[in-house]
């Protein structure tokens, strides 16, 4: 009986459970448990993903229990450290900016000159997601940016356990580094906190491992685990040069850029033969190799060496 309830439920649990967390997360600012239990939602948001990849398996899925005690490190660092530790090194450095042009901590010195409420929260919407597409292009595209982004495309399946694996760099570039620009433009805060969070809620449910379909609706319009899994694809789509789906939690300037791919058949979309890195790199499964780049170096160091000979 549990079993045909669960399997009747797949079409909607995965739409389900994106809609109640983004309420939650919305209904949390504000009150009390917000302060006594700081993190609750994101939390209760990490757990829900590990639900649904429980109660539907990806038929495709890989394996990635010999990388649990990497993929626990990566998640306290990038998920709960990275952006506190980021806005305390950078923060009196990137407040200098503005305050040498324009002598103020921002650069609209008000958000009312930025529009009106409504305006502000879709500028913030388009911004903010054109912002991380461009950051993740990049990302792939400048050779010494890949090398630290690589660490992440070498998962062999996207998980939520796996949703942190990155260098703490390169994790801070697509993901604090367009809320600290948001922050330095002016915005209304709560512009900012309905439509970034929105689309921050959508990139974490991207690398959910689940099976359960997130539907024609939700996939035409955000980065769902359908449509970001061809972003892990081993073999790039024909006609792409680096990668597809760039989009963090939207894929609007995917389409709209031509890096969007995604196949169907019956109406059913079709996923990629195998995830991992597209020139073959085993996954590292030792976080402090990730960090400390120890892939990276000895080619970097041949290449100086043969500079200096040449």
Not at 79 to 84: A, D, I, R
Not at 103 to 131: A, E, M, T
Not at 234 to 248: L, R
Request: proline letters at 6%; glycine letters at 8%.
């Amino acid at each position: 009986m549990f079993k045909k309830l669960i399997a009747a439920c797949s079409l909607i649990a995965f739409p389900t459970a994106f809609i109640v967390t983004y309420f939650l997360k919305v209904y949390e600012i504000g009150y009390s448990l917000r302060v006594l239990i700081p993190g609750l939602i994101f939390m209760l948001t990490l757990l829900s993903m590990i639900i649904l990849e429980q109660l539907y398996h990806y038929k495709n899925a890989v394996s990635q229990r010999y990388v649990l005690t990497r993929d626990i490190f990566s998640t306290i660092l990038n998920g709960f450290l990275n952006s506190s530790i980021l806005n305390a090194l950078l923060g009196p450095a990137i407040l200098y900016l503005p305050n040498m042009l324009f002598g103020r901590d921002v650069i609209f010195s008000s958000s009312d000159k930025l529009g009106p409420f409504w305006l502000q929260l879709i500028l913030v919407f388009f911004f903010y997601s054109f912002i991380r597409y461009a950051v993740h292009r990049i990302q792939h595209t400048v050779p010494f940016l890949w090398e630290l982004h690589s660490y992440h495309h070498a998962v062999t399946d996207i998980r939520m356990s796996n949703l942190f694996v990155s260098h703490p760099f390169d994790y801070a570039l697509r993901n604090v580094l367009p809320g600290i620009i948001l922050g330095l433009i002016g915005f209304d805060g709560g512009a900012v906190f309905f439509s970034a969070g929105l689309l921050s809620t959508a990139s974490i449910f991207s690398h959910c491992g689940s099976g359960a379909p997130a539907g024609k609706l939700l996939n035409s319009i955000f980065m769902t685990p359908e449509v970001h899994r061809w972003h892990h694809s081993t073999v790039i789509p024909e006609g792409h040069k680096y990668a597809v789906n760039y989009g963090v939690g939207l894929n609007l300037w995917d389409r709209l850029l031509g890096t969007f791919y995604m196949p169907e058949k019956n109406g059913a979309p079709v996923p990629p033969k195998h995830m991992g890195h597209p020139e073959g790199v085993a996954d590292e499964p030792n976080y402090l190799k990730i960090i400390f780049l120890t892939r990276y170096w000895p080619n970097f160091l041949k290449k100086l060496v043969a500079g200096k000979e040449g």
